[in-house]
Every structure is written in C-alpha cells, then in structure tokens.
C-alpha cells in the first residue's frame, strides 16, 4: 500500500481548456474526498464520495466542476473551461467511514494546477 | 457556523525553544472531532492527532503534546525543543463527530513554523 496517490502532480493550462485530475485511494478505503487549497489558505472541502456515490458537493463546486468515482476506487475531478481563478492546489483524501477502524482521513501529494 | 481560526500566520523561533501553535474553534456540534496536520514544502498533508469532543485529557508523543479546553474552545499544540525538521505549516482542523460523522474538515488558515538552526 503506497498512500494515495494523485496524478499528475503538476498541471498547466491555458484559460478555457478543461483538465482532468486522478486519484487513487489506499485500496481498502471507502471514502474518497477533494479538497482545493489555494496559496496562504487552509484546504477547503470540495466533495466526497463512499464508495461510487458522491454524498455531498460544497457550494465551491460551481457548475465547471465535476467528479466522479466510477467503480469505487480511482477517482477523477475535472474543471471545464478553465479559469485563472481556479488556479490552486486540488487535494484528495481517502478514509474508512468514520468508527471502521481508522483515526482520519490519508492525503495525497496533490496536483497543483496553474492557469494561465 | 464552524470556523477554525489560527491567528498566528508565521512563527519563527531558534532551535531547541518550544513553541506553541494557537488553534480556536467554532462549532454547534455536541459531537465533533479535532486535529492537528503538518504540511511540509512537498505538499502532502500528514496527521499529527486527532481528538474527540468528549476527551479533553492532554496528550503527549515524544516532543509534541496537545492541550485542549472545552471551556476556550481551543486545542493548542507544544513542540519542546523545536529542531529545524519541524519547519513546515500547520494546520488545525475541525470535523463532525459520531457514527454518522465524515472527514469533512474545516480547516484554519495555518501558522507557517520556521525553525533556524
């Protein structure tokens, strides 16, 4: 078990172009979330998901904005018609649903997306 | 609403002093979790502790310990004798609790710790 696992780490892109980001969670984890952090800023919870269904969506979320968990495992969120503002750091985490065994929530390394 | 603020943006302090993370909350919550996650420069988000509501007992581990009060609303976190490894951010984070609870964290801004050697 290698952590979760984010790709690709950097991501640089031109205003109006769509991007597509991964994450693989630990394997045995059922819940999967994103979180996007821009610089100076704490991470700010975007969505979850247990297993394949998205459980919640934060208002961040705009209409650009869609993820998705297709069999439960690998996750991917992607931006359409990209702005500079959406330029930040896009975290994810995978946890067990609270009380199955684990303390929190495992982070990746994050893709770090600039828009330009 | 829930809020978490860290009031102290950046901290520089010399090898070897303790120093002391601020961390206050806002939460109606009965139930709710709190934790403490560094943030080296590689980006990853590495858990420190987590703390239920219920359990204000302190907790120590090696050179960290932890020091939350109900009554503050704050969960405060002590390094003794920094060393220069310790340099990174650090985040103090809040979540709902119990059985139906989520890792949905509120996280505060951070307090940016530089530690010289």
């Known amino acids: 078990d290698t952590g979760v696992s984010q790709n690709p780490r950097h991501k640089i892109t031109k205003r109006g172009q769509n991007v597509t980001f991964r994450c693989d969670p630990i394997?045995?984890?059922?819940?999967l979330y994103w979180y996007r952090q821009t610089l100076g800023q704490g991470p700010e919870f975007l969505t979850y998901?247990?297993?394949?269904?998205?459980?919640?969506k934060s208002r961040l979320l705009s209409d650009r904005f869609s993820a998705e968990r297709p069999k439960g495992s690998f996750s991917t969120l992607e931006i359409q018609r990209t702005e500079q503002g959406d330029s930040a750091m896009y975290l994810c985490?995978?946890?067990?649903?609270?009380?199955?065994?684990?303390?929190?929530?495992?982070f990746g390394q994050g893709t770090r997306l600039t828009v330009v | 609403a829930q809020k978490v603020t860290q009031a102290q943006t950046e901290i520089s302090v010399v090898e070897k002093e303790d120093v002391t993370l601020d961390c206050v909350y806002e939460?109606?919550?009965?139930?709710?979790?709190l934790f403490w996650y560094k943030q080296p420069p590689s980006g990853e988000l590495v858990f420190l502790i987590r703390?239920?509501?219920?359990?204000?007992q302190n907790e120590i581990s090696g050179r960290y310990s932890w020091n939350f009060q109900k009554s503050t609303s704050s969960f405060n976190f002590t390094i003794t004798a920094s060393q220069v490894v310790d340099s990174a951010v650090y985040f103090c984070?809040?979540?709902?609790?119990?059985?139906?609870?989520?890792?949905?964290?509120?996280f505060g801004t951070g307090t940016r710790l530089k530690v010289l050697a």
């Open positions: 985490a995978s946890s067990l649903v609270p009380g199955q065994g684990n303390t929190e929530a495992f």
């Open positions: 394997s045995e984890h059922n819940r």
């Open positions: 998901f247990q297993n394949e269904a998205q459980l919640e």
């Open positions: 939460t109606r919550d009965t139930t709710y979790y």
């Open positions: 703390r239920n509501s219920f359990d204000e």
């Open positions: 984070a809040l979540s709902p609790g119990g059985t139906s609870g989520t890792y949905k964290y509120i």
